[in-house]
């Protein structure tokens, strides 16, 4: 049985104060009992990675993406508001809540989560694979 457990250091662009050693949030997320789904696509194709537990009709008033592979946040969605943080030009927020990628690269490979509604755990993982 292989148990993975991701570590995610998240550090605040936006505040105003000072970050410091003992103001830094750490999220983990032990994945290792969460049910993945594998995605595989060729580079230079656009790829929409679909969040798990949300669809076009679901309640979200917050959302975020994550890159475990990469220790990141994707994009962030509150009340209308979406940012993204990385690769502006490449990523979207579908209306089903998915993270659209175009196109897709072979640096884009990875495990991604979305997180609904400021839940502590993803429904689901999914592992994107870049042919």
């Not at 969460?34 to 990675?49: G, K, Y």
């Amino acid at each position: 049985m292989k148990t993975i457990i991701y570590w995610l250091l998240l550090i605040p662009t936006t505040s105003p104060f000072a970050v410091n050693q003992n103001d830094i949030p750490i999220r983990v997320f032990d994945v290792s009992s969460t049910p993945t789904e594998q995605i595989f696509v060729e580079a230079h194709h656009n790829q929409s990675l679909p969040c798990p537990g949300a669809n076009e009709h679901s309640l979200v008033y917050a959302l975020e993406w994550f890159s475990l592979s990469q220790h990141k946040v994707i994009l962030d969605y509150s009340k209308n508001s979406l940012t993204v943080y990385t690769e502006q030009h490449r990523i979207s927020l579908a209306k089903d809540y998915g993270m659209t990628i175009h196109p897709v690269l072979s640096s884009d490979t990875g495990d991604y989560i979305c997180l609904i509604n400021n839940r502590l755990q993803p429904d689901g993982v999914v592992q994107l694979r870049v042919l």
